[in-house]
């Protein structure tokens, strides 16, 4: 079964904040994605990374870093949170181990800056 | 840019009601084509994949794909009240070892009981 955990369901954090949003997959694949989703506006990338310490921009990279230190875990940093950031935040990995070859996501972090 | 359009909706369809959702996309060379189903505040779930032009069933689901018209669909047959989502498609694009998927920004499907 595939499987990505996020690190938290819910987060609030206050404006000028960093805020770490960390990913964990068990489908040893090298490539794991970022989005963010809002109302509106659908599915944006933020960043991919196809293997560790190797990352390349999305469509909305600005405001947003990211490190890949080990094969499983991928992490998205803001490092100083605005209220235009609060989303929902999607990490994704590729797997060929499920029904199908494709991306398949965590349980999303909804993010909400004061 | 490649691009993946879909009607935002909402669509209804009453309970027992075939709903039928469609998607074009510009990347001519695209090979594998997906269906996510996702329920309000939580993330996307796959349910349906097609690579080849013509129908793919499974159970209530059938995703059909015309490459030559650039179409995808997914036709929901009796309709049930927990399959109101809303529905992405994705496509794969073309590009050496691309991992990466465009999305469609999905259509909201509401079934009337």
């Known amino acids: 079964d595939v499987k990505v955990t996020q690190s938290s369901r819910y987060l609030v954090k206050r404006t000028g904040e960093k805020v770490f949003l960390e990913c964990v997959q068990d489908?040893?694949?090298?490539?794991m994605f970022w989005y963010r989703q809002d109302p509106g506006l659908g599915l944006r990338l933020i960043y991919f990374s196809y293997d560790v310490k190797m990352k390349e921009k999305g469509d909305i990279p600005e405001g947003y870093s990211v490190s890949r230190e080990k094969k499983e875990r991928f992490s998205l940093i803001l490092e100083s949170a605005s209220t235009n950031q609060t989303s929902m935040y999607l990490c994704?990995?590729?797997?060929?181990?499920?029904?199908?070859?494709?991306?398949?996501f965590g349980p999303g972090t909804r993010l909400t800056v004061l | 840019q490649k691009e993946v359009e879909q009607n935002s909706g909402p669509l209804s369809v009453p309970e027992g009601a075939i709903a039928s959702l469609n998607c074009t996309y510009s990347d001519r060379g695209s090979q594998s084509f997906f269906w996510y189903r996702q329920y309000s505040g939580k993330s996307p779930e796959l349910i349906m994949s097609?690579?080849?032009?013509g129908d793919k069933e499974d159970g209530r689901f059938t995703a059909q794909l015309n490459k030559a018209s650039q179409y995808v669909s997914l036709l929901i047959r009796d309709s049930q009240p927990s399959d109101s989502a809303t529905y992405l498609c994705?496509?794969?694009?073309?590009?050496?070892?691309?991992?990466?998927?465009?999305f469609g920004k999905g259509t909201k499907l509401s079934v009337i009981p």
């Open positions: 489908m040893d694949h090298e490539n």
């Open positions: 994704a990995t590729w797997t060929s181990l499920g029904f199908a070859d494709t991306q398949y």
């Open positions: 097609i690579y080849s032009n």
């Open positions: 994705a496509v794969n694009p073309s590009g050496a070892g691309s991992y990466q998927l465009t």
